[in-house]
């Protein structure tokens, strides 16, 4: 076996790779471990197969989107920032463009693309990869770098392996659970496939307002997803993980005050005089796929109400999509057991983690995977530094 044994071959595993091999100047000296036929099968399937590859706002902007400590993730960023994962990808044959949000994606809007030059890279950097093959402790190594995901989306491979390393080296490993995933309201009718733009979204945890979001949300068969519901289904999740009661309040129309709903519904009413029935009216103010959920989630709603439930359509949720739909995991081996300017750990010396494996997540919109990418090269070059140094 090589000096440097890396387990999984995913995104922050490759970037570990390319990164070790380029610090020990001998790729032949590293090793990459996948339990699938290919690297990077879940990269395939991110962004909806598009990939966000990361978000271009500056450290002070993209901290927030880090939990549950952006503090940790700061060395790392730095080590192997926004910037340079779009110049990386550049000059791998990749040219990029950035959307809305500072999203950056492939041209291409191909994840395909990302998946295979980040492999090209490992190849190149002349990385031993041995496919089909788990981590087994009798395997010599002298470092180790742990980079075997989480538990989300199992059919890709991530079924928590790199968990039970972490406890069998001694490390402590915080509670797992499904996070940027649909959430499922009690009662759901669900009125197909409806995107929402424009919208508020509120999260109450008992009586408790705990956050707030404004953009796009949608309804699909599997609850309240999109950008907002993955927002804050981290929180959400986590409550009802504890048995804590969840609600989200929907303010379909943000950008007015309930006076300026009325005054509206006054000049609609006032210009077509059929508009004084309530489902003729709504369907002048929301998606005719709406209309009768909203009506029966508001039984005897008549025109003075309208406007009071447009600002707060209050949903119970009772459960969420598990690991099988979550993008990503929270939770992971515990932050206070690593070095956060190395990625190695404070338990064990010549080990590493990198990734979702980690208990470090981000919001949606390209923060996981520059977590990936970030904790992947450092862990990379702390390993070589280390195997180097011994």
Same mark, same amino acid.
């Given at each position: 076996?090589?000096?440097?044994?890396?387990?999984?071959?995913?995104?922050?595993?490759?970037?570990?790779?390319?990164?070790?091999?380029? =610090?020990?100047?001998?790729?032949?000296?590293?090793?990459?471990?996948?339990?699938?036929?290919?690297?990077?099968?879940?990269?395939?399937?991110?962004?909806?197969?598009?990939?966000?590859?990361?978000?271009?706002?500056?450290?002070?902007?993209?901290?927030?989107?880090?939990?549950?400590?952006?503090?940790?993730?700061?060395?790392?960023?730095?080590?192997?920032?926004?910037?340079?994962?779009?110049?990386?990808?550049?000059?791998?044959?990749?040219?990029?463009?950035?959307?809305?949000?500072?999203?950056?994606?492939?041209?291409?809007?191909?994840?395909?693309?990302?998946? #295979?030059?980040?492999?090209?890279?490992?190849?190149?950097?002349?990385?031993?990869?041995?496919?089909?093959?788990?981590?087994?402790?009798?395997?010599?190594?002298?470092?180790?770098?742990?980079?075997?995901?989480?538990?989300?989306?199992?059919?890709? &491979?991530?079924?928590?392996?790199?968990?039970?390393?972490? =406890?069998?080296?001694?490390?402590?490993?915080?509670?797992?659970?499904?996070?940027?995933?649909?959430?499922?309201?009690?009662?759901?009718?669900?009125?197909?496939?409806?995107?929402?733009?424009?919208?508020?979204?509120?999260?109450?945890?008992?009586?408790?307002?705990?956050?707030?979001?404004?953009?796009?949300?949608?309804?699909?068969?599997?609850?309240?997803?999109?950008?907002?519901?993955?927002?804050?289904?981290?929180?959400?999740?986590?409550?009802?993980?504890?048995?804590?009661?969840?609600?989200?309040?929907?303010?379909?129309?943000?950008?007015?005050? #309930?006076? #300026?709903?009325?005054?509206?519904?006054?000049?609609?009413?006032?210009?077509?005089?059929?508009?004084?029935?309530?489902?003729?009216?709504? =369907?002048?103010?929301?998606?005719?796929?709406?209309? #009768?959920?909203?009506?029966?989630?508001?039984? &005897?709603?008549?025109?003075?109400?309208?406007?009071?439930?447009?600002?707060?359509?209050?949903?119970?949720?009772?459960?969420?999509?598990?690991?099988?739909?979550?993008?990503?995991?929270?939770? &992971?081996?515990?932050?206070?057991?690593?070095?956060?300017?190395?990625?190695?750990?404070?338990?064990?010396?010549?080990?590493?983690?990198?990734?979702?494996?980690?208990?470090?997540?981000?919001?949606?919109?390209?923060?996981?995977?520059?977590?990936?990418?970030?904790?992947?090269?450092?862990?990379?070059?702390?390993?070589?530094?280390?195997?180097?140094?011994?």
């Amino acid at each position: 076996m090589s000096d440097l044994v890396i387990v999984g071959g995913g995104a922050a595993g490759m970037m570990a790779a390319i990164f070790a091999a380029g =610090r020990i100047g001998d790729g032949s000296r590293v090793t990459l471990l996948e339990k699938n036929d290919r690297l990077g099968r879940k990269i395939y399937l991110t962004g909806k197969g598009r990939c966000n590859i990361t978000n271009m706002r500056s450290w002070n902007e993209f901290s927030r989107h880090i939990h549950p400590d952006s503090k940790f993730f700061k060395p790392a960023f730095k080590c192997f920032s926004n910037e340079d994962v779009r110049s990386f990808f550049e000059e791998s044959g990749v040219p990029v463009t950035e959307e809305q949000g500072r999203r950056l994606f492939p041209v291409s809007m191909k994840a395909s693309d990302v998946a #295979q030059a980040l492999e090209r890279k490992v190849r190149e950097s002349g990385v031993k990869i041995l496919y089909n093959t788990v981590w087994n402790p009798s395997l010599s190594y002298g470092a180790l770098v742990v980079a075997t995901g989480g538990r989300s989306y199992p059919v890709t &491979g991530s079924t928590g392996d790199g968990y039970d390393i972490a =406890r069998s080296f001694g490390h402590t490993v915080a509670r797992v659970f499904p996070s940027l995933t649909a959430l499922m309201p009690s009662d759901y009718r669900c009125p197909g496939t409806v995107h929402l733009k424009n919208v508020a979204l509120t999260l109450y945890v008992g009586r408790d307002l705990v956050q707030r979001e404004e953009g796009e949300m949608s309804f699909t068969n599997d609850g309240i997803e999109g950008a907002l519901g993955f927002r804050v289904s981290r929180r959400a999740v986590w409550a009802l993980e504890n048995g804590q009661k969840v609600t989200l309040s929907l303010d379909l129309k943000p950008a007015l005050s #309930q006076q #300026q709903i009325n005054a509206r519904i006054a000049r609609e009413i006032e210009n077509d005089a059929s508009l004084s029935s309530v489902p003729k009216l709504l =369907r002048r103010l929301l998606p005719a796929e709406l209309v #009768q959920p909203f009506m029966e989630a508001h039984k &005897g709603l008549d025109i003075n109400m309208i406007p009071d439930a447009l600002k707060d359509w209050r949903f119970l949720i009772i459960s969420c999509k598990g690991y099988e739909r979550a993008v990503v995991t929270a939770g &992971g081996v515990s932050l206070k057991e690593i070095n956060p300017k190395t990625m190695g750990s404070l338990v064990h010396p010549g080990l590493f983690f990198a990734g979702e494996v980690l208990d470090l997540d981000g919001d949606t919109g390209g923060y996981n995977l520059q977590v990936a990418f970030s904790t992947g090269a450092l862990a990379g070059i702390s390993a070589a530094d280390y195997l180097m140094s011994t």
